[in-house]
């Protein structure tokens, strides 16, 4: 049974900077590929950023530039570190894992997630 657990959420101004953190616990083989997403109230959850087992990464738009995502595969563990935050990425923020996707920014791809940690950004 995949577990990924979240961490790393809170509350921030505007300019600030957070780390989320996703561990990911009882998988066989590891993941192809993992991501973040985020759902803010009355909005559709969204692709922020994910990595593959190469390294390779992607990133949303709106995120490009001010978001990193990396792993560190000996501790199992999924970052995004978040600079430059804005009021607009206050959300619910969720990580994901599948063994094989075709298109990161597609939830349906995903088979696992955790819980979700909240962000909140004031202005």
């Known amino acids: 049974q995949v577990q990924l657990v979240e961490s790393g959420g809170g509350s921030v101004q505007t300019g600030g900077s957070l780390r989320l953190s996703c561990a990911v616990s009882?998988?066989?083989?590891?993941?192809?590929?993992m991501a973040w997403f985020r759902q803010a109230p009355g909005k559709e959850r969204e692709g922020v950023a994910a990595?593959?087992?190469?390294?390779?990464?992607y990133y949303a738009g709106s995120v490009k530039g001010r978001f990193t995502i990396s792993q560190d595969n000996a501790k199992n563990t999924m970052y995004l570190q978040m600079n430059s935050l804005r009021p607009e990425d206050t959300a619910m923020y969720y990580c994901?894992?599948?063994?094989?996707?075709?298109?990161?920014?597609?939830?349906?791809?995903?088979?696992?997630w955790g819980q979700g940690t909240q962000v909140t950004v004031s202005s």
């Open positions: 009882g998988y066989t083989y590891r993941p192809y590929s």
């Open positions: 994901a894992a599948n063994s094989y996707v075709v298109r990161w920014d597609y939830a349906n791809a995903y088979n696992y």
């Open positions: 990595i593959n087992a190469g390294g390779g990464t």
